[in-house]
T-cell receptor, first 115, second 112 residues
Framework: GAVVSQHPSRVICKSGTSVKIECRSL??????MFWYRQFPKKSLMLMAT?????????EQGVEKDKFLINHASLTLSTLTVTSAHPEDSSFYIC???????????FGPGTRLLVL | TQLLEQSPQFLSIQEGENLTVYCNSS?????LQWYRQEPGEGPVLLVT?????EVKKLKRLTFQFGDARKDSSLHITAAQPGDTGLYLC????????????FGQGTTLQVKP
């Protein structure tokens, strides 16, 4: 199989604090991981592409200094939401992809609520 | 800008009915993936199709990739309440960027 985990599954934080979300591929090495944001009853919106050992590529309109991405190993990528504000409240989902294959396997998502 | 138009966006049917979801684009995709997502969870891969004209079956679900690799359909036979969820199609871009273009999603409700 291709299992991807995310931690935490839910987080509530105060406005102005930073939150780190971890994405791990448990049974395969992921050269590329992706971070998405999803609004209620909507499709996924790609935020950034994360490649192991290099800087992430951000989609247009996504602030790289606000959404810090680190992909330090072939099984772990992290997304840090810095100085979170209520409008950052959302469902964040990561996915991982094996090198050479197009299929992405998704994590279970992280529900972020900023008060 | 590559777009993947998915329709219908909402579908409410009775148990036992058949349905088809469509994804269409003017762009050619190297692959097409279908996912199903339940509330509060991540999308779960149903199938990946890569060859134009390819048809894959998964129990009561039939997936087809268009000959020109610009469109795809998902047909569900004799829908059951357990099929309820958000169905997403996603097209893979050539050039091995790994990025997927997602359709808008189809929210399916199957009533018992």
């Amino acid at each position: 199989g291709a299992v991807v985990s995310q931690h935490p599954s839910r987080v509530i934080c105060k406005s102005g604090t930073s939150v780190k979300i971890e994405c791990r591929s448990l049974d395969f090495q992921a050269t590329t991981m992706f971070w998405y944001r999803q609004f209620p009853k909507k499709s996924l919106m790609l935020m950034a592409t994360s490649n192991e050992g290099s800087k992430a590529t951000y989609e247009q309109g996504v602030e790289k200094d606000k959404f810090l991405i680190n992909h330090a190993s072939l099984t772990l990528s992290t997304l840090t939401v810095t100085s979170a504000h209520p409008e950052d409240s959302s469902f964040y989902i990561c996915s991982a992809r094996r090198e050479g294959l197009e299929t992405q396997y998704f994590g279970p998502g992280t529900r972020l609520l900023v008060l | 800008t590559q777009l993947l138009e998915q329709s219908p966006q909402f579908l409410s049917i009775q148990e036992g009915e058949n349905l088809t979801v469509y994804c269409n684009s003017s762009s050619v995709f190297s692959s097409l993936q279908w996912y199903r997502q339940e509330p509060g969870e991540g999308p779960v891969l149903l199938v990946t199709v890569v060859t134009g004209g390819e048809v894959k079956k998964l129990k009561r679900l039939t997936f087809q990739f268009g000959d020109a690799r610009k469109d795809s359909s998902l047909h569900i036979t004799a829908a059951q309440p357990g099929d309820t969820g958000l169905y997403l199609c996603a097209g893979g871009l050539s050039g091995n960027t790994g990025k997927l273009i997602f359709g808008q999603g189809t929210t399916l409700q199957v009533k018992p």
